[in-house]
């Protein structure tokens, strides 16, 4: 049996979101060959699973951290010191310590970065490892990293990011030559900071590539690159701007149908239509952000994640699990030089 460590004290809602959504995950899974370990208050862990039986059943271990989180505010450097005992900080040293495949948490995007590398480790010449998702373009799907985990990025960072991302883009979207894009302010090979332009001529000049120069916002959705590589600030702003377009929409037709019986009429004869687009660009769906360049699988989930969110973030970690994600990915990278920093 695989095991997976969930840090269900992490995010807004804690274990109010964390074990309902280990709920979802096992009654939708067709075939459920994981055991769990929860790292969290052991009393309200129990308290939970008198509601949820289905998680005792696929429950291996309960470790018990008491109320003891990192918080959203904490300063990701100190939780190497002083993290130790947390929720997250147990979660992911039992990964790293062999006793579990995977590890998930909601918690603090940076600390969670952090400790990740400290007590995981990095695969052989990855400086720093970057979150990514898979978001949905007109074609397919778009491989997108870094998220948030690295907000200053020098051109050296992004070129590894953007082996990362091809790697990625070759396991999961099985594409034997994705083609990867430069974020930036516009396609125009003057146009950027110097970081940028160095990663540019950089990755012009690397190997094995398929390199296509500068993408703009609009190219993330649109099916023109396999990835779409940046630093972690533009790549979060970018993330929470497209999740916040999706809300804004969805609430202003929901608001729309509701108005008359026309409208409501309407809807009713589009609903198939409108199902469909709802499912396909409700963030919540594509939750769950792989920490690649890790030598162990670690899902990050949003902040803010209910049920659905963090059934999809599990939903994540074990399918890279089954899927031997850190052997292919680690032949993938192969030959992939670090800063020396």
């Not at 300063?75 to 130790?84: E, L, M, Q, S």
């Not at 790697?167 to 930036?184: D, E, H, I, M, T």
């Not at 900071?193 to 190997?207: D, S």
């Not at 398929?210 to 990835?227: M, P, R, W």
């Amino acid at each position: 049996m695989k095991r997976i460590a969930l840090d269900v004290m992490g995010g807004d809602l804690g274990i109010s979101a964390s074990v309902p959504g280990l709920d979802r995950y096992i009654r939708n899974c067709e075939s459920c060959d994981f055991v769990f370990d929860l790292f969290g208050n052991e009393r309200e862990i129990m308290k939970q699973l008198r509601t949820f039986p289905a998680v005792e059943k696929q429950l291996y271990s309960i470790h018990d951290t008491s109320d003891s989180v990192i918080q959203a505010s904490e300063k990701p450097a100190i939780t190497v010191k002083k993290g130790r005992g947390t929720s997250m900080f147990e979660a992911i040293a039992h990964v790293a310590n062999g006793k579990a495949d995977a590890v998930v948490s909601s918690g603090n995007t940076g600390a969670f970065m952090v400790l990740s590398k400290f007590l995981i480790g990095t695969i052989d010449g990855i400086d720093r490892p970057a979150l990514v998702s898979m978001l949905p373009n007109a074609n397919g799907k778009t491989v997108m990293l870094d998220l948030g985990a690295n907000t200053l990025c020098t051109s050296t960072k992004l070129v590894q990011f953007a082996l990362m991302g091809r790697a990625v883009a070759r396991v999961l979207l099985q594409l034997p030559s994705p083609r990867v894009g430069l974020l930036n302010i516009g396609t125009e090979r003057s146009k950027g900071t110097e970081e940028l332009e160095e990663a540019y001529t950089l990755l012009e000049n690397t190997a094995d590539i398929q390199f296509v120069g500068f993408v703009e916002g609009t190219d993330i959705t649109n099916g023109k690159v396999d990835v779409v590589v940046t630093d972690g600030f533009s790549g979060n702003v970018a993330l929470k701007t497209m999740e916040g377009t999706v809300k804004y929409i969805t609430d202003f037709m929901r608001k729309e149908f509701a108005a008359s019986v026309v409208t409501k009429i309407g809807y009713m004869l589009s609903k198939r239509v409108f199902d469909a687009l709802r499912n396909a660009i409700d963030p919540r769906v594509h939750n769950g952000a792989p920490l690649v360049g890790l030598n162990k699988v670690a899902v990050k989930s949003h902040g803010s994640s209910d049920e659905i969110r963090v059934a999809n973030a599990i939903s994540v970690a074990t399918n890279l699990v089954t899927s031997d994600f850190i052997p292919k990915i680690e032949h993938s990278l192969a030959g992939v030089h670090s800063e020396g920093k």
